[in-house]
């Protein structure tokens, strides 16, 4: 698929994502719309696609872990949400949220990306855990176990967002902005280089690719996605509490971007999509909601790793949407193993 | 000063307990890369397996931790070698964290749903009595007998891993697989080895720790937490890294609660972690590695 095909693909996704929560009976289509609550469940889609989206760019095409996902969300959660309190514009703590978790990215990874694989893993593991005690303790600050009541939605160009289906929208067209974003970066030379050094990062680095360098802005802005997702989650809530932002989410996000496909760009938004529904549909097992969900990627893993974009694209022809920019390498060297 | 000395006593016998967490973890990821993200929950379960014993099945205390180190040995040593590690070990590492990240949060919600949300009291053999030391020094005989007992399983690993011939065949399986195999090394079963070896510590952490912070299914977030670091801050490549690090987190996590703040007692390994990775990456004992192309 050409990169004309592909965005006239994703035109019409978006229009068909913009007129799911309408009403449609006037035009003359039996749709209804969807209530108040299906629609809030949409827009948790979205902005759980957006931090999954950064957890794809660091673990599916920089092959880092991060298991601080979570973390970021949180602290792009409370500065929107303790900034409004202050009468700061969305926009400005939009903006605000992404650099300052770009930022904490770049400090936490450095050093991390110094000594070897996996060292990343354990840095956010250790940063996770310390970003949900400050959130619980600073009581003053975040308002501790209690969290922020009565956030405020966004006002865009003088219109309040106070319905539901507004502020999905608005969500849409952010998701969709940042999803062009991404999609650029990782066709261009820059995310080429990323699918280098996750093939063979010693081989990458022979070849004059700086894979520290590399690696640590595909953290650092895979983070700020994250801290941009959560600045869209606190007005959706309404409500923050420390429990969203601790370390079991986090292992979630890697979880689901795994199981959506990881290296795959739509990946992220079926992996969101799984987890955003799976509590949904099994509300009468509640309890078992997580022991399933667990068995479910354990049994994947041993049996289709590639997660279940990497499984559709098998039934399909090579395209960009479900290959990305890096499905070339990846399945030549399935040939390889085959040869 | 007295505080202090008893406050470094328990300190040493909970860091013990963290050293055998430690020292299985870091055996694992040397002999077959695997990074186990559920170490904390391998700790946690055994623990569990007692109780069952005990309570379901009416057996008697000293079987029932038999029963334990037994059925920890089978599914934490065989079933988690042959089951969960086995099929992936050639699909890489990404799938393999993943993997052990699920396995951790199945055993996790396994004993919230069969079991208990509760925490369980759970019993101890060993003596529940005060001893003093020294003048003003008072000491309970129970954590005195779980530094012996912890670091009597720590000497015999050592002995094991260093004086006998399968010892040194898991340490040359460790060090270089591929050559390990070309000596005649058989490097499967030391593999193997290596799996029971940390489940069997695992179940001794667990009998060891139960009795003093209760068994509770949420008790492996801690202990994961406080292996990764153990392991880390020691050096990941030695053995007796783990062992340094494990005491040192405990020491500091007991003096940190007593003088810091309980509300951030838990940040005192990460923030040790974090700082040994901005300093001192390849921990306080370990050796830098070398990179093959």
Request: charged share 10%.
């Amino acid at each position: 698929m050409s990169t004309r095909a592909a965005l006239l693909v994703g035109l019409a996704l978006l229009a068909v994502l913009a007129l799911v929560p309408a009403d449609l009976t006037g035009l003359g289509v039996p749709w209804p719309g969807l209530k108040r609550y299906g629609t809030y469940i949409l827009t948790l889609w979205l902005v759980t696609a957006i931090a999954a989206m950064g957890v794809n760019l660091i673990v599916g095409y920089a092959g880092q872990e991060t298991l601080a996902q979570a973390a970021f969300v949180g602290i792009g959660a409370y500065l929107t949400a303790i900034a409004g309190k202050y009468g700061v514009p969305f926009g400005v703590s939009f903006a605000a949220s992404g650099l300052l978790t770009f930022v904490i990215g770049i400090v936490l990874g450095f050093p991390a990306l110094r000594v070897q694989k996996h060292y990343l893993a354990f840095v956010t593991l250790a940063f996770s855990v310390l970003c949900w005690l400050v959130f619980r303790n600073e009581t003053a600050l975040t308002g501790g176990v209690m969290g922020i009541r009565d956030i405020e939605r966004p006002v865009v160009f003088g219109l309040k967002l106070r319905r539901a289906v507004d502020f999905y929208w608005f969500v849409l067209a952010i998701t969709a902005a940042m999803t062009v974003v991404l999609w650029w970066i990782v066709r261009s030379p820059w995310g080429r280089a990323f699918a280098a050094l996750r093939e063979n990062p010693l081989r990458a680095e022979s070849l004059g690719v700086d894979v520290r360098l590399y690696t640590l802005l595909a953290f650092a802005l895979g983070s700020a996605y994250g801290g941009m997702a959560g600045s869209l989650y606190a007005p959706l809530v309404e409500f923050i509490d420390p429990s969203p932002f601790a370390l079991g989410p986090s292992l979630l996000f890697m979880l689901m971007v795994v199981i959506g496909g990881s290296g795959t760009f739509l990946g992220p938004f079926v992996g969101a999509g799984i987890a955003v529904l799976l509590p949904e549909w099994l509300r009468a097992w509640e309890t078992w909601y997580l022991l399933i969900y667990a068995v479910l990627v354990m049994v994947m893993m041993a049996v289709f790793p590639g997660g279940i974009v990497g499984l559709l694209s098998r039934f399909k022809l090579p395209s960009p949407v479900f290959g990305g920019g890096v499905g070339v390498l990846r399945r030549r060297r399935g040939h390889e193993q085959r040869d | 000063m007295t505080d202090l000395l008893q406050l470094l006593i328990a300190g040493l016998a909970t860091g013990a307990i963290y050293a055998l967490a430690a020292i299985g973890f870091t055996l694992l990821w040397q002999t077959s890369q695997t990074i186990n993200f559920a170490q904390g929950e391998f700790v946690m379960v055994p623990a569990f397996f007692a109780l069952i014993a005990m309570k379901t099945l009416g057996l008697p205390l000293i079987v029932s931790l038999a029963v334990a180190v037994l059925a920890s040995l089978l599914l934490l040593g065989v079933a988690f070698r042959y089951v969960v590690v086995g099929p992936l070990l050639q699909r890489g590492v990404l799938p393999l964290v993943i993997s052990t990240i699920a396995l951790g949060i199945i055993l996790k919600e396994s004993v919230k749903d069969f079991y208990s949300a509760e925490a369980q009291v759970f019993p101890t053999l060993l003596p529940d009595r005060n001893v003093t030391l020294l003048p003003g020094v008072t000491v309970s005989l129970a954590q005195i007998g779980v530094l012996v007992v912890a670091l009597l399983a720590i000497g015999l690993l050592q002995w094991f891993l260093a004086g006998t011939r399968t010892g040194r065949q898991m340490q040359a399986t460790a060090q270089n697989p591929t050559v390990a195999r070309i000596l005649g090394v058989p490097v499967e079963r030391m593999i193997l080895y290596t799996f029971l070896i940390n489940a069997g510590l695992a179940a001794v952490a667990s009998i060891l720790i139960s009795p003093i912070y209760l068994a509770k299914f949420s008790n492996g977030e801690t202990l994961g937490l406080v292996a990764f670091a153990a392991a880390i801050v020691g050096g990941f490549n030695q053995v007796r890294g783990a062992i340094v690090g494990g005491l040192l987190i405990g020491v500091l996590d007991n003096l940190a609660a007593a003088y810091v703040s309980t509300a951030y007692r838990q940040a005192v390994p990460l923030v040790l972690l974090v700082l040994v990775i901005l300093f001192r990456p390849q921990g306080l004992l370990g050796r830098r590695e070398e990179r093959a192309v």
